[in-house]
């Protein structure tokens, strides 16, 4: 019998991203059904494939634990409770399977001693049918001895460690690992649903579960209504999966899906990674997190309304608690001069957001450059983050340009994308005339030289205006449509 897997597991097992196997399946090298793929036709294209080995199910773990700093393999196991439940849930499945079985064994003896019966009296024409008959059978059950056939441990075994969830109707898939809730997983695939609180008390990620079974594993204090409860909602911040799961819930693709929210945080910590520049980390209430998406920007305002600025969102929205900003120091501008000489750690802060549109959709159908200059990285890096937690880009190339006294100042992270992630490129780039727009002009058509064939690309392009007038000019030169540019000004407009 066929095994079948969806892609976001068979990209498990194969140890490779999701966007990696959607262009196999586009190019026509791997065959698909229904968004299923065969075991048989995956062990094709990628031989190393081993199904009851979980070293390559760790491989996309390790890459994203790296690109992303997160210790994702400590995280990975789930409560022991559940995973209790989601062993007798599998116990059930292999007892229903094995009663199958012994059935299918009884019909094959009763088929077997009817041929021999009928093989014994019927006439010789008819006989040979019958040989030819009993012939066929056995190939094929030595076919199935073989192991072509025999169950696939490993989807066995990523079912209890990390169940599965669709949802309907955007066919969106993910993995859910360790304790997490179904709505934590689903922020960690970069998947935007729906919710406010986060901790069980305003109701607004209530979902039907069209099929599967989930546990709770935080109490909330948001009562479902017995109608609700026999319809099979539940609340996806406070429930965990103990089997595979479907789930009727849309997913936000584009910003105007995602509400305006007004958030009183605190600042955590300020850093200065260069003498001109600020790393802003702002941690808002448990039960009050920012949904955005990646490379969207907020209003940010401080002591009491007093001072006022907008910054870009620099973190994936993965992470919706803690925001981070990257401020070049402009004497000029009160709200980044605040920010530099009397902002301190603990001070109240206001976020409004999320606002914009440079953002990315979760369909990336052509390889993505991203253009940034100074602290145009910001946005930039929200974006990269946000398309590795999608886990749906196979080519990125990253070229980033510093002109001033700003400098690459997260130099090391760039790096380690280059280094983690298959097709990532980082080109650092320095313009030492900033005041030259041909200066500019050369340090990015130089950059973009060594990405190669500049159409059929999307561009994200962040900086301050000289920087995108520059871009946008050399982009039109070689021939690339407006409509792959996306940009974002920094800092972003009021
Ligand atoms: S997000 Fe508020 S109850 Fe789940």
Redesign the pocket.
Known sequence: MDQWLSVIRAARFAGVTRGELQARIKCGDLPSFDGMIRVEDLLKVYPTTRLEDERTLERLDRIKAAALGTDIVRRSLPEPEVLARRLSALGHRFNRVQQQAEHYAGVLEALESHLRHLERTCSEAACSVVRDIKLRMQSMLHHEQDGSGAPAEGVSWLSVMAPQVRLLPSNHEFLVEGTDTV?QAALRAGLSIR????????????ARIVSGEVREVHP?G?ELSAAEKAQGHA????VSPVTDLVVEMDVARTPEQIPVQSIDARVRAIEHPGAHVLVLRVRTPGTHRLRFLGGQYVRLSLDGGQVRGMASLANCPCDDRNLVFHLAEDRDDPFTAHCFKRLREGDEIHVEGPLGDFVIGDEIERPLVFLACDTGFAPIKSLIEHVIALDVAHTMDLIWVSGGSVGHYEDNLCRSWDDALDDFHYRPGRVGAVGDPGAWRAAIAGSLARVGDALGRDYYIAGPTHFIEAATDVLGRLGVPEAHLRIQRIPPPA
């Open positions: 709505l919710y406010g609180c986060s901790d069980g008390h305003c109701g607004e990620c209530k909330h948001y609340l996806m911040c406070a």
